[in-house]
């Protein structure tokens, strides 16, 4: 008994690696496909990629399914393609790699619901609780490792990834599967002798409606809860900070779904009118409402997630596998559509109609469940009660949920060993010389001109130039086409700052986001008037610099194709700018040439100074400033991360009790030795500089008077 135990527990922790692996192929398909429309700012056409995952449509072909049903490891191989991917160097070959192993886990988990669907053996109710508990490894993983997956195609060794032990244990997994298709066969011909068969007390589902609930169920689980940080930023509204920070209480987010799959078996609260209302109501907070409040929803819709994901997924398996399947991934696919198109509504065909709707995605998200639940409550509540509480169904369940749990207690682990960094109090560079080093950088959502995820070498770039305070432009990846990661946790935690991650997901737009050697006094996001093209963000922070208070702005304007819109919105920055009374320091993406009508309504409109007057070569980024002393600028090539440059100011920040209001700069350059090493920039950027990053433009930095 115990060897069979033993080799129960085995069989488990297979198919559990395997769902880790289906939600890896999930999350990092869209990251790989976002690739492409980025450089092309639009459609590229390489979206065809994201229809990779309706391969289940060929489950309706009698003899096909007949293939898979008896040889299960040729799908579950296909899918390891996806986690082989990372060894493709082109970014296209990568794709389809990744493609082709989207494929192959969405055939193989349509094939397990289908096989083991029937009675008595409890096989589906444990291949399910797999796919529950590979969805929380997932989130643990990703907790430890800074919400990054190891195991993405977009992860090598060069920046942290773990793709050839994610490969070889996927290996592993699948012999595990070859090897006990015996087990398989003794366990449906024991139940057949029990005469447990589907048809003696199941009823079909209805095949539409459970399609629909799929979509919605998976779409909901990929785009709010393959990550513990994505519901947090969704409530995240500025300093003072009024919700929760990443660390450590994204643990609660992997503890909601974790207690909602533990209870899952209980179809008939599951599939209750009264608790969908629940659910809906847990949605709509975090759609709507930020701060705690928000948070406490989406705790309480990825509890309600947890529930249904069993009844909704039972109900799947007792319908045509072909077609339901099909129509599942393929709404589920128009829902990742529409999750792009509230955001990137400026490039793509009908984009207006679901401008800055994410609430429209969420109640037809909320619709869909809602039709999945009352199929599964038409063809499953009238099992007698012996289907669930079956020593078998029993000893599954307890058996999962000692993984369940086991991954909770991983993830709150994670959680405790980031703390101390996530906490620690920063410190800036140069408190001695009052000196703040203020920096912009537009760095194309963290994805780096090969495909590959750049924050190890965004945080070797930060670290060298020893910025005080950072603006990231196009920072927002809490999307599913992004990865659904915070990069910016990563970055804060291992250089020490404090971060703003900027306007939540929720609100629309590309991101912009601040790290900061100050502590944030209060920070406001704006979202800048746009009524033509792409939302605009900014974010207004005052900062605690050398003991007086300094206001910084990020922002990032909208694009040429769109002069009324970078108008209006480089007026509300200067207006923002000229009715603060403090020192301020500017650093964004304007879109204009130097000393163009844009630019006059920024710096003069805003009595700000701009760093370097006479830099004729610049359009999009700018350092302006104003009651603070500059000492000098420079700007960095980006090396291959993007393809925007880095731009740094240093400045000397006044005694608190000194007004220099009406001093007037001096745009008299001198030389580097005029200033104490103190001031000076880095030198490890001189001449070919290092990783791709060297002073450009001017060759070297220029300093002031």
Known sequence: MAGANAAQMRHFLADTYLSFVYWTVLTSLGLCIWYFPLWHMGISGYEVALLSNISPVVLGVPCVRRVIRRHRAIAAILGLAGVAAYAIASPTQRLLAVALGSAGVSLSFGATLYTDKVQGTGRLERDIQAWEAGLLVSIAVRMLFQTNNPVWPAMNEANGGWNKTGLALGVLAVLDVVTRRSDAVAEVHEAKKHDLSPGTTKRQAAWVPAALGFGGLLFALHSMFSDSAIIGRWSWDGYPATGPQPVPWGGLVITALAAGFSVGHRADLATGMLWWGVGSAGAALITLVSGWPGFAGGLALGFYLGTVTRSILRAVALCPPGRTLFAGMLWYNILVLGHVWVVAYEFVPGGPLLRERTWLIVAATMLSLYSGVRAARSSLVSRPASAHDSPVARTHRHRARSV???????????????????????????????????????VHFDLDNDMWLAENRIIEAVRDLQVDIMGFLESDTERIIMGGRDWTQRVAEELSYYVDYGPSPRKHTWGCAMISKFP???????????????????IHATLDVHGRDVDVIVSHNGQEENPLDRKLQTTELARIMRESQNPFIFTGYVVTKPHAKNYKILFDGGRMHDIDPTDSDRWCQYIGYRGVKRVGYARVSRGTITDTEIQVGKFAVPEPNEDISEWKPSYRRVNESHYAPEYHFPTIFRGKGVRGHFYHVFKEPRYFE
Do not use: D, N, Y
């Open 404 to 442: 369940f749990w086991a991954a909770v207690v991983a993830g709150w682990a994670a959680m405790a060993v980031r703390l101390p960094a996530a906490t620690r109090t920063p410190v800036p560079f140069h408190p001695e010389q009052r000196l703040i080093t203020a920096a912009i950088w537009t």
């Open 520 to 538: 944030i006094k209060k920070s406001t996001h704006h979202l800048l008037p746009s009524p033509m093209g792409e939302l605009a963000c900014a």
